[in-house]
């Protein structure tokens, strides 16, 4: 079984840039996470849909985040305009069901470099 | 709201040594409590977890914890680790529901030959 794909590893981008992070869950997972870790600090979630609702966005920047789940499968996560504090592993998850009970597998992740 | 609390950034022990890496957390609803671990240049996998039941539970190396309701915690622990643990381990907890998990900062298990 494929896991969670993520794409691209790295990213190196000046502040006030742009830039998209892809996330590809495994086939057939209702619910997908994407979480910010910073340096140090575990894993926090910033967006979480079901299908291709969002259930949580409350702690997404919502004047430079986006996030989007096409047909309740693909996603992505957008940054616009970059601060240096988006520095940043942004990890993509998803588990089967809707309940926060059941296990989320993780992606590779996406190592972002605002300069 | 929930938080998790590791106090041990990092911990170094010796091979074949027993180790406990802490947690505690605070939640004013129902918990349902999580290890999960990142080996060297791996993404994030569970490594066990907590729903309802024996307050003891196990992973499949080894590792066990036990929730303690009375102390907010949910220690792991392990009585032999071996140089292949090295890893970071991230406490997690969630409210059930369609919750998310909420993560603890990690420990940083250093296993020393």
């Known amino acids: 079984e494929a896991g969670v794909a993520q794409s691209p590893r790295y990213k190196i981008i000046e502040k006030r840039q742009s830039v998209a992070f892809w996330c590809n869950p495994i086939?057939?997972?209702?619910?997908l996470y994407w979480y910010q870790q910073i340096l140090g600090q575990g894993p926090k979630l910033l967006i979480q849909?079901?299908?291709?609702?969002?259930?949580?966005d409350s702690q997404l920047p919502k004047d430079r985040f986006s996030a989007e789940r096409l047909k309740g499968v693909d996603s992505t996560l957008k940054i616009q305009p970059a601060k240096l504090e988006d520095s940043a592993v942004y990890l993509c998850?998803?588990?089967?069901?809707?309940?926060?009970?059941?296990?989320?597998?993780f992606g590779p992740g996406t190592r972002l470099t605002v300069l | 709201a929930q938080s998790v609390t590791q106090l041990d950034s990092q911990v170094p022990v010796f091979e074949e040594a027993p180790v406990e890496l802490r947690c505690n957390y605070s939640s004013s609803v129902s918990v349902y409590l999580f290890w999960y671990v990142q080996y060297p240049n791996q993404g994030l996998q569970l490594l066990l977890k907590?729903?309802?039941?024996?307050?003891l539970v196990e992973s499949i190396n080894g590792f066990e914890a036990e929730f303690n309701k009375s102390q907010t915690s949910f220690h792991l622990r392990k009585p032999s680790v071996h140089i292949s643990d090295t890893a970071e381990y991230f406490c997690a907890v969630s409210g059930g529901g369609a919750d998310g998990l909420t993560f603890g900062k990690g420990t940083h298990l250093i296993i020393q030959p």
């Open positions: 907590y729903l309802s039941g024996s307050t």
């Open positions: 998850a998803s588990s089967l069901g809707t309940s926060g009970t059941n296990e989320q597998f």
């Open positions: 086939s057939g997972h209702a619910t």
């Open positions: 849909f079901q299908n291709n609702g969002v259930v949580d």
